[in-house]
C-alpha cells in the first residue's frame, strides 16, 4: 500500500525519528513528500495530496518567528488540507499549553499559557479543532511530555548528561519534575492515532506521556545505574527556566480508551538504550 506523507520539521527530533519509522513500517511504498515551511503558498507545492500530515514543525526559541511557524504555517496546512482530504492530520501540540498545575495534566483542563511560544502552540491546536469542526478536516492533536531519545539535540538534558558521564566530568542538577516519554514509545502513539484517526471524533487532543512523574535527579541517577558508575553532581537551588513547574504529568487515561495504548518504557530502560545507541 502507497503512504504519501508530508512531515513539517522532519529534520529535528522527532521529524528524524519519526521518517526512520515510517520508513521501516513502508519501505519502498513510503512517498515523503518535499515540503519547505518558509513557502507560504502551500497550495502550489506540486502534487500536495498527501495521505497524512504530521506537523511536527514549531518555533520554541525565536519570538519574531513564533507567530510564523506556529500560527500561520499551522492555518496554511489546514488550509491545504481541506482542499485535498488527507486521511488524517495530527498536530504535534505541546503539553507546555497546559500552564501550571497542581495535579495531572488533562486534555479537557483550560489552558493558562505563560509565554508565545505556549500561546501559539494552543492557538495551533485551536485551529485544528476548528478546521475538523468547520470543514471536515481530520485533525487530531497530540501533546506530548518529556520527550526523550537518540537524535535529541545535544543542548537538552539527556545528551548532555551522556556527555558528561563519557567524559567523567561533573554535573549541574536543576530541580525539576518531568513525565519522561521515550521517543519510540511517543512515535507509536502517534502512529496509532494517525493509522486509526476514525476511533475518536476529529479535534480530539491526546497527552502522550507516561503518566509517571520522575526528577531530575532520579533521571541522573538512571545515568549511574546505565553507565555503572557515578560522576560529581552539583545540586543547583534554582530552576533552570522561570516557566518550570514543580508538577509535569501526564493524565494518559484517554489514550488508553480510545487506542488501548500504553507507554511502556520507563525512564531506566529508555536512558540504557539511549547510551546504547550513543556508545554503540
Same mark, same amino acid.
Given at each position: 500500500?502507497?503512504?504519501?506523507?508530508?512531515?513539517?520539521?522532519?529534520?529535528?527530533?522527532?521529524?528524524?525519528?519519526?521518517?526512520?519509522?515510517?520508513?521501516?513500517?513502508?519501505?519502498?511504498?513510503?512517498?515523503?513528500?518535499?515540503?519547505?515551511?518558509?513557502?507560504?503558498?502551500?497550495?502550489?507545492?506540486? +502534487?500536495?495530496?498527501? +495521505?497524512?500530515?504530521?506537523?511536527?514543525?514549531?518555533?520554541?526559541?525565536?519570538?519574531?518567528?513564533?507567530?510564523?511557524?506556529?500560527?500561520?504555517?499551522?492555518?496554511?496546512?489546514?488550509?491545504?488540507?481541506?482542499?485535498?482530504?488527507?486521511?488524517?492530520?495530527?498536530?504535534?501540540?505541546?503539553?507546555?499549553?497546559?500552564?501550571?498545575?497542581?495535579?495531572?495534566?488533562?486534555?479537557?483542563?483550560?489552558?493558562?499559557?505563560?509565554?508565545?511560544?505556549?500561546?501559539?502552540?494552543?492557538?495551533?491546536?485551536?485551529?485544528?479543532?476548528?478546521?475538523?469542526?468547520?470543514?471536515?478536516?481530520?485533525?487530531?492533536?497530540?501533546?506530548?511530555?518529556?520527550?526523550?531519545?537518540?537524535?535529541?539535540?545535544?543542548?537538552?538534558?539527556?545528551?548532555?548528561?551522556?556527555?558528561?558521564?563519557?567524559?567523567?566530568?561533573?554535573?549541574?542538577?536543576?530541580?525539576?519534575?518531568?513525565?519522561?516519554?521515550?521517543?519510540?514509545?511517543?512515535?507509536?502513539?502517534?502512529?496509532?492515532?494517525?493509522?486509526?484517526?476514525?476511533?475518536?471524533?476529529?479535534?480530539?487532543?491526546?497527552?502522550?506521556?507516561?503518566?509517571?512523574?520522575?526528577?531530575?535527579?532520579?533521571?541522573?541517577?538512571?545515568?549511574?545505574?546505565?553507565?555503572?558508575?557515578?560522576?560529581?553532581?552539583?545540586?543547583?537551588?534554582?530552576?533552570?527556566?522561570?516557566?518550570?513547574?514543580?508538577?509535569?504529568?501526564?493524565?494518559?487515561?484517554?489514550?488508553?480508551?480510545?487506542?488501548?495504548?500504553?507507554?511502556?518504557?520507563?525512564?531506566?530502560?529508555?536512558?540504557?538504550?539511549?547510551?546504547? +545507541?550513543?556508545?554503540?
Amino acid at each position: 500500500m502507497e503512504m504519501r506523507v508530508v512531515i513539517t520539521g522532519q529534520s529535528g527530533f522527532i521529524g528524524t525519528n519519526l521518517t526512520q519509522h515510517l520508513s521501516l513500517q513502508f519501505g519502498k511504498d513510503l512517498e515523503v513528500l518535499p515540503f519547505n515551511s518558509n513557502d507560504r503558498d502551500v497550495e502550489r507545492i506540486p +502534487d500536495f495530496n498527501p +495521505d497524512l500530515i504530521f506537523h511536527l514543525g514549531a518555533e520554541i526559541y525565536d519570538y519574531t518567528k513564533m507567530k510564523r511557524s506556529n500560527i500561520d504555517l499551522t492555518l496554511d496546512l489546514l488550509e491545504a488540507a481541506a482542499r485535498c482530504s488527507p486521511k488524517a492530520f495530527i498536530y504535534c501540540g505541546s503539553s507546555s499549553e497546559y500552564g501550571f498545575k497542581s495535579v495531572r495534566m488533562k486534555e479537557d483542563q483550560c489552558l493558562f499559557p505563560k509565554n508565545m511560544y505556549e500561546a501559539t502552540k494552543g492557538c495551533g491546536t485551536l485551529l485544528c479543532q476548528a478546521f475538523a469542526n468547520a470543514y471536515g478536516v481530520p485533525t487530531q492533536i497530540v501533546r506530548p511530555f518529556s520527550v526523550y531519545g537518540r537524535h535529541e539535540k545535544q543542548h537538552r538534558l539527556m545528551p548532555t548528561l551522556m556527555r558528561k558521564f563519557l567524559l567523567d566530568e561533573e554535573v549541574s542538577i536543576h530541580p525539576g519534575n518531568h513525565d519522561w516519554v521515550y521517543i519510540d514509545d511517543f512515535i507509536a502513539g502517534m502512529m496509532a492515532i494517525a493509522l486509526t484517526p476514525g476511533k475518536a471524533s476529529f479535534g480530539n487532543v491526546f497527552n502522550i506521556g507516561t503518566g509517571v512523574q520522575r526528577s531530575n535527579m532520579d533521571v541522573y541517577e538512571a545515568f549511574c545505574l546505565a553507565f555503572g558508575k557515578r560522576v560529581p553532581v552539583r545540586r543547583l537551588k534554582h530552576h533552570k527556566h522561570e516557566h518550570d513547574s514543580a508538577n509535569w504529568c501526564a493524565d494518559v487515561q484517554k489514550m488508553f480508551d480510545v487506542y488501548g495504548f500504553q507507554a511502556t518504557t520507563t525512564l531506566e530502560q529508555g536512558i540504557k538504550k539511549m547510551c546504547n +545507541d550513543g556508545i554503540g
